[in-house]
């Protein structure tokens, strides 16, 4: 597969968009939360309209609830597809899980079982979504605290499966798969290994917390060391794939969370080869 390839991003967060109107940074992409943008007009729209102008960006989303058994939204459906239409993304994305349940919208991304009446379940749906947008689109994995006793399988397999059969693409979250082999007692690599790379498509990164034994995807805090490891060995497996930092909260000064994407590609810059970066890293490349 030859994928887009387009560099180094940011998620847009509102804490942000004057830093950027004002000093247009050195920066290659933005990823937008879809549902902040799903919307008739306002602030929100006219600072993207702007930011659009000078960068390309991607959709990303935590409201399709591909998983759930209740009928596709198809109200929200219509707005993703309108909002689609006018930021005109590179691709668009939303999670593995469901929020949804007897029409009522939890707020957060829930796990599935893992076995395959849930993939035949959720490559059906995904079909439905691709085809009334007119796109392919990415689901993205999760990071988990719980199991289901109905699972036959691992995580990457359900994952890839899904792809495969949807014809959709994938969001590989780095932090995720981190914080899931913690919790679950796997080892990442075997994450990394099983998911098909002609599928990937964009990875995050973000930083998590502690609660007790476990590991909470918080997105507070930078990525920390053994993540970094983990990006690494994706690059050396996946080869290049576009990257972005999630920051939800606790949210700094866009020059330090800048800084540290700066070390995304600093790690890509001796892992991949020159000729598959961007121009302004590619010099000094491995």
Not at 74 to 102: F, G, I, M, N
């Amino acid at each position: 597969m030859t994928r887009p390839f387009l560099g180094f991003g940011l998620g847009l967060r509102t804490d942000h968009y004057q830093y950027i109107e004002d000093h247009r940074p050195d920066i290659d992409w933005f990823e937008i939360l879809s549902e902040n943008y799903m919307v008739p007009g306002g602030k929100p729209l006219a600072h993207l309209e702007r930011i659009r102008a000078d960068y390309p960006v991607v959709m990303h989303g935590v409201s399709l609830s591909i998983g759930s058994t209740d009928p596709l939204d198809e109200d929200y459906l219509a707005s993703l597809k309108t909002l689609a239409e006018r930021a005109q993304p590179e691709w668009l994305s939303d999670h593995l899980c469901w929020t949804q349940v007897d029409h009522t919208n939890s707020h957060d991304l829930l796990p599935l079982p893992y076995n395959e009446p849930t993939i035949e379940h959720i490559a059906g749906r995904i079909r439905q979504v691709q085809d009334y947008l007119g796109r392919q689109i990415l689901i993205e994995n999760l990071s988990s605290y719980v199991t289901y006793r109905a699972s036959e399988m691992s995580e990457w397999e359900f994952l890839d499966e899904i792809a495969r059969r949807a014809d959709c693409l994938i969001l590989l979250d780095i932090n995720n798969i981190f914080v899931s082999a913690h919790n679950h007692h796997f080892d990442p690599m075997d994450y990394l290994l099983g998911v098909s790379p002609e599928r990937v498509m964009q990875f995050h990164l973000a930083g998590h917390s502690h609660s007790g034994p476990m590991l909470i995807d918080t997105h507070d805090h930078p990525v920390c060391d053994p993540v970094w490891t983990l990006y690494e060995a994706a690059l050396k497996h996946f080869g290049p794939v576009s990257t972005m930092i999630e920051r939800d909260d606790d949210i700094p000064e866009f020059p330090a969370l800048r800084a540290e994407l700066a070390i995304a590609e600093d790690i890509a810059g001796r892992t991949l080869a020159a000729e598959c970066l961007p121009p302004r890293l590619a010099q000094g490349a491995a």
